[in-house]
T-cell receptor, first 114, second 111 residues
Framework: GNSVTQMEGPVTLSEEAFLTINCTYT??????LFWYVQYPGEGLQLLLK?????DKGSNKGFEATYRKETTSFHLEKGSVQVSDSAVYFC?????????????FGAGTQVVVTP | NAGVTQTPKFQVLKTGQSMTLQCAQD?????MYWYRQDPGMGLRLIYY???????DKGEVPNGYNVSRLNKREFSLRLESAAPSQTSVYFC??????????FGPGTRLTVL
């Protein structure tokens, strides 16, 4: 079956540091890939997505590239802010599943200190 | 627009008690979902409703029932709560295969 593995947290960074969160996936078909973010006390919201190999998703300074050869979708940001402190979830949706059910990774907590 | 709303925000139950978690969306989405979030396990799908009038089991359906009351509302029922159902529950909605929008969650504790 499909699965998503992401690096364990918490990841603690200083403001303006470079952030990378690793995400790898296993899928039988050709999945769409997503990063969701959960701020403290809130629900999840979509951060970015990519629907095919070599696509790059980007939003709010975050980027991730769909790498089919390494089955990866790593999240990066060049200069983090305190407001980026949150839990980040990598997820996939099997495009053969027309109802778009999501398979989530365990989540990575990011803590940015001033 | 309110988006996806959930009630209640917090609930404490005793083992064996029943309750219903309510979810409503105002985005006219066809698909709705219930997830549970547990530490270190991400979100796991409990049930989903691809369209009004249909419901299907997800990854962890045991101990739960759902009702798609109409296009807007999708409720989750625990008939006899167990401590293993202590979790944070999220409702989401979407058009099929597109971005899912999440509610703020219900934090449930079963003693």
């Amino acid at each position: 079956g499909n699965s998503v593995t992401q690096m364990e947290g918490p990841v603690t960074l200083s403001e303006e540091a470079f952030l990378t969160i690793n995400c790898t996936y296993t899928a039988t078909g050709y999945p769409s890939l997503f990063w969701y973010v959960q701020y403290p006390g809130e629900g999840l919201q979509l951060l970015l997505k990519a629907t095919k190999a070599d696509d790059k998703g980007s939003n709010k300074g975050f980027e991730a590239t769909y790498r089919k050869e390494t089955t990866s979708f790593h999240l990066e940001k060049g200069s983090v802010q305190v407001s980026d402190s949150a839990v980040y979830f990598c997820a996939l949706s099997d495009q053969a599943d027309s109802w778009g059910k999501l398979q989530f990774g365990a989540g990575t907590q990011v803590v940015v200190t001033p | 627009n309110a988006g996806v709303t959930q009630t209640p925000k917090f609930q404490v139950l005793k083992t064996g008690q029943s309750m219903t978690l309510q979810c409503a969306q105002d985005m006219n989405h066809n698909s709705m979902y219930w997830y549970r979030q547990d530490p270190g396990m991400g979100l796991r799908l409990i049930y989903y409703s691809a369209s009004e009038g249909t419901t299907d089991k997800g990854e962890v359906p045991n101990g739960y029932n759902v009702s798609r009351l109409n296009k807007r509302e999708f409720s989750l029922r625990l008939e006899s709560a167990a401590p293993s159902q202590t979790s944070v529950y999220f409702c989401a909605s979407s058009e099929p295969a597109l971005e899912q929008f999440f509610g703020p969650g219900t934090r449930l504790t079963v003693l």
